[in-house]
């Protein structure tokens, strides 16, 4: 495949079409929302399930460092 038509299959824009932006120009398509992906039920509970593994793991870790400077013999 030729690399000037790889961005078609890719996704990517072309690097000269981005280089001859005006600065303005550039700003104005940087600065445009990118809209929520759509995401499917198995997802999003994968998602919720790994966000309340992370605060069980993150309150483990908090409980085993207050547990370890309170038992601090002295």
Not at 15 to 37: A, C, G, T
Not at 53 to 70: E, K, N, Q, S
Request: proline share 5%; net charge negative; aromatic share 8%.
């Amino acid at each position: 495949m030729q690399d000037h038509q790889q961005h078609i299959y890719l996704g990517e824009p072309e690097e000269d079409l981005i280089e001859s932006l005006e600065p303005d120009q550039l700003v104005v398509e940087m600065d445009k929302p990118v809209s929520r992906r759509r995401m499917s039920g198995y997802t999003t509970a994968g998602l919720w399930t790994l966000r309340v593994f992370l605060l069980t793991i993150t309150a483990m870790v908090i409980y085993a460092f207050v547990v370890g400077v309170i038992n601090t013999p002295r």
